[in-house]
């Protein structure tokens, strides 16, 4: 009995381990069941990497929208400065410059004494402003005679005299209006104005014409532009873009070299059909002593004149030119039949007597004259203005 004892205690003990083992473990299991789990965040589909393997962890942008490409702004038509009143600034450029030629003149006339000297430098001051020696010769004249008649000495009144005489050297008489007005051809139709612009190398021409459209532009005319300068590569390209800034269209040939008598036959075609008012036809450069360049413009004043009478033909020279002036004027009015003349570069030069020289060369008026680099530095002349810049008023 004594011997199971101690038997009987270990299976008491065992037991009772057991037990308690047994409910832990229950216990455990039931707390689990009391924790609800939250569900496990949805995974991103896999994404293909550069190396071929998947990134699950990769997330796909969205495809980018292209945004439609804004239309290519249409280049703004310009809108040309009036033409009234242009010239107030050639008479402020010359007053700055301090107007050489009148500076001079006023400042011998108002000397007390005026002995047979100082009536020679007023002549040389004269004809070194281009005037020439016939036109310098009567207003030193004129001035002799009313200085000693009047016996006038005072700035105000010396001035005054002068001013009156360069006035009618000048000659404000001529009409120097432009002939733009279209005309009614045989048949009823309209017929544009047609202005053909003749000049040697150098002197601005084709610029002329790109700032002639503007003048006309500005006062409301409707020009087809015709680029006849078939010799020089950019010429074309020069005048088409003077042009495109005020919405004017310009005819030109495809190719250099072309015979420019027929892209001249061609812009005033158009411009006949199209219904404009005017047609500028530029022409190339050509130096007044080269028979045959002279000759093939005299061949496109005939063949233009076949589709419409010319209204104006321009000369442009350059006013710093002088007597060099003259003579192109002379052969280019025997060939061409010239209009009206166009000075460029007149602003700031002493050398404004080339106006008078010109135009008794020719017979013909000073209509436009440059007055600068700008755009709108192209004017109408006018006499009384430009003298009064000369004597810096």
Known sequence: MNDLLPLWIVLAVLLVV???????????????????????????????????????????????????????????????????????RLRERLARSGSPLGARLLSVLSRDHLSEDDWD????????????????GELIDALRTKVRVLGVRDAASVRDLLRTELVALVDPTLDRSLATTPRTGEDGSAVPAVVLVVGVNGTGKTTTVGKLARVLVAEDRSVVLGAADTFRAAAADQLETWGSRVGVPTVRSDRDGA????????????????????????????LQNKQGLMDELGKIRRVITKEAPLAEVLLVLDATTGQNGLN?????????????????????????????????????????????????????FDPEQFVDGLLGD
């Open 259 to 286: 015979d420019p008598a027929a892209v001249a036959f061609d812009a005033v075609r158009r411009g006949r059909t199209q219904g404009a008012d005017v047609v500028l036809v530029d022409t190339a450069g050509r």
């Open 18 to 88: 057991g037990l308690v083992t047994l409910g832990t473990v229950s216990v455990r299991r039931r707390g689990r069941r009391d924790v609800v789990e939250p569900p496990p965040a949805p995974s991103a589909p896999p994404v293909a990497v550069d190396d071929g393997a998947v990134a699950p962890e990769a997330v796909e942008a969205p495809p980018e929208v292209e945004e439609p490409e804004a239309a290519e702004a249409a280049p703004a038509i310009e809108r040309p400065e009036p033409v009234g009143g242009r010239l107030v």
């Open 121 to 136: 430098e007023l002549e040389e001051t004269l004809l070194l402003a281009d005037v020439g020696a016939g036109p310098a």
């Open 328 to 380: 192109q004027a002379r052969v280019f009015g025997e060939v061409a039949g010239v209009t009206g003349i166009v000075l460029t570069k007149l602003d700031g030069t002493a050398r404004g007597g080339i106006v008078v020289a010109v135009q008794r060369e020719l017979g013909v008026p000073v209509k436009l004259v440059g007055l600068g680099e700008g755009p709108d530095d192209l004017a109408p």
